[in-house]
């Protein structure tokens, strides 16, 4: 990112100048261009602008009180959108097959669709009432207990 910033500034002055000789003026245009021209993500934003403190900071060992100041975007909150029981039993009902079988499995877990894709009938325990999920989230094996 911080090469980018370079090069960019560049194509603003009409030469490519050393970071030192930038400002807080280039700092809030590059910022700004990528905002408003290139229309990044806030996350992709911020990280723009920790590649920038970073460098002044770090490598080049200038302290920017200013660039502490500059403001961060929000990230965009979204509200999930959930189904009813009636939509998931309806959406059930018209499955068939391993299809239905899958995905009644999961809904009825909370198993994640790679766990239920590499499930083995011998990680089944009908008489302890388990599904042993192997290898899951974090290479970690958990059990799953079936409502009583």
């Known amino acids: 990112m911080n090469s980018f910033f370079i090069r960019w500034s560049a194509t603003q002055s009409g030469g490519m100048r050393h970071p030192r000789e930038l400002g807080v003026a280039d700092v809030k ?15 992709t934003h911020n990280q723009a602008l920790s ?10 060992g200038i302290d920017l009180p200013w660039l502490n100041n500059i403001g961060r975007p929000q ?28 995905a009644r499995l999961l809904y009825g877990t ?9 499930l083995r ?9 388990v599904i042993i999920v192997r290898e899951a989230k974090g290479a ?9």
Do not use: C
């Not at 245009?29 to 996350?43: G, P, Q, T």
């Open 29 to 43: 245009a590059f910022l700004s261009m990528l905002a408003n021209e290139r229309k990044v993500s806030a996350s």
């Open 51 to 60: 590649a920038l403190q970073f460098l002044y900071r770090e490598v080049l």
């Open 75 to 102: 990230q965009t909150k979204r509200i999930p959108s959930v189904l009813t029981k009636d939509e998931v039993a309806g959406l059930l009902a018209h499955m068939e097959g391993v299809t239905a079988l899958l």
């Open 110 to 118: 909370g198993m994640r669709l790679m766990e239920g894709m590499r």
């Open 121 to 129: 009938i011998k990680d089944v325990d009908f008489e302890r009432h």
């Open 140 to 148: 970690k094996d958990r059990l799953i207990r079936a409502a009583a």
